[in-house]
């Protein structure tokens, strides 16, 4: 494949259709339609053994790995009762929080779970987030350096099925703007990024755990592909599904196709600690102050020519959406929160007054930053 102009859903088929390779999986106890099931015994090989392994069922294998008891229940049972407890707060207060592929407020989530969840209990957050198994594939996709995000979500009885994705980076973004970046980037994309989910419940499949298809990751036209009927239909017809125990985790890659499916109990809250976690490599080397640039520049760039203001705006403004508090900043009507330069260009084709930009810019940020957290009481010097 060498342009988006090849995309063909019998090339996608060809890939998918093929059968995990039991014996080219040592390590694994099993192969359960298509998918890679490792039990807690994959921690007494040898470590670099193991994540050679993994590194090789995440890329060229089915893309997904599941671990049978992961977490041990008493472990996952102090943190649902964290969650639990935001949740409910949420609720309290009049939060729904949005989503991006699926009805906002259909589900109930906790974004930005990982710090919320530290600074609340940290014994628990210390005991859950010890977990050697997470740690080994962390270590195997992403190496040293990686960052773990967590955001806790429960599908509700009745909850629906979300719409076949993949995921962040390029599977954040509408198919024109994915289609803005060349083939080799599409190829980076999955690297710098780790998806799991650790069943915080008893997930039999009449709860809709999630929707896979195994060996879709290796499609290089995915990202554009996944956006379009015929693919969806195909994966509505061919994803596998596996009933998860409490404690049980899976990982994938983030290219695979994928959805959390229709809860179809009328009893069963199913919740699960959707962890995305990042490679070192994702960011920047440096922070700029993008704010002040736009600030400073926003005058003059009004009345100028569409081509001069889109590559300024490029230059200092921040063109990306992410990292952001989703609490405050979420993706409602969209797959992704409005960036900086989104904003500055709106301003300028309606000619805002510079002080209405800069308000509108400083309440972006104010969505963006971080919450305070409280801090502690430094009580030494009162002896």
């Not at 592909?225 to 990982?251: I, S, W």
């Not at 704010?291 to 009345?303: D, E, I, K, T």
């Not at 800069?358 to 030494?380: C, G, H, I, V, W």
Request: charged content about 20%; proline content about 6%.
């Amino acid at each position: 494949m060498t342009s988006w102009t090849d995309i063909s859903l019998d090339d996608f088929r060809a890939v998918t259709e093929q059968t995990t390779d039991a014996s080219a999986y040592p390590l694994a106890d099993a192969v359960e339609r298509n998918v890679l099931v490792y039990g807690a015994k994959l921690l007494e090989h040898d470590r670099d053994t193991a994540k050679n392994e993994l590194i090789h069922a995440l890329a060229d294998g089915p893309g997904i790995v599941l671990f049978k008891g992961a977490f041990a229940p008493a472990v996952v049972d102090r943190a649902t009762a964290v969650f639990t407890e935001m949740i409910a707060e949420q609720k309290a207060a009049g939060v729904a929080g949005g989503d991006h592929f699926a009805k906002p407020g259909a589900n109930d989530r906790v974004w930005g779970a990982l710090d919320k969840f530290a600074v609340r209990d940290p014994e628990a957050f210390a005991g859950y987030y010890a977990n050697d198994l997470l740690a080994l594939v962390c270590d195997a996709w992403l190496g040293a350096g990686y960052q773990v995000t967590s955001q806790v979500n429960v599908v509700n009885p009745g909850g629906r099925a979300q719409v076949a994705h993949r995921d962040y980076h390029l599977g954040f973004m509408s198919r024109e703007q994915a289609g803005r970046y060349p083939l080799h980037v599409h190829l980076l994309s999955p690297v710098l990024t780790l998806q799991g989910a650790v069943a915080h419940v008893d997930m039999p499949v009449e709860t809709g755990p999630t929707m896979y298809l195994p060996h879709s990751q290796k499609y290089p036209g995915g990202y554009i592909a996944f956006h379009r009927p015929d693919f969806t239909e195909y994966f509505d017809a061919n994803y596998v599904q596996l009933p998860l125990a409490k404690g049980d985790a899976a990982f994938f890659n983030p290219a695979l196709f994928h959805g959390a499916g229709t809860n179809h109990s009328t009893d069963v809250r199913r919740m699960a600690n959707l962890l995305q976690v990042s490679s070192a490599f994702g960011r920047a080397m440096e922070s700029v102050d993008r704010a002040a640039m736009s600030l400073a520049l926003y005058p003059v760039l009004r009345g100028r020519d569409e081509t001069f203001v889109r590559n300024v705006v490029a230059a200092c403004a921040e063109g990306y959406a992410f990292p952001t508090n989703l609490d405050r900043d979420q993706p409602v009507g969209g797959l992704a929160p409005r960036t900086q330069a989104d904003l500055m260009h709106e301003a300028l084709r309606e000619d805002w007054p510079h002080d209405r930009f800069a308000a509108e810019l400083r309440a972006q940020q104010e969505r963006r930053s971080p919450k305070p957290q409280a801090r502690t009481e430094d009580t030494a010097a009162e002896g």
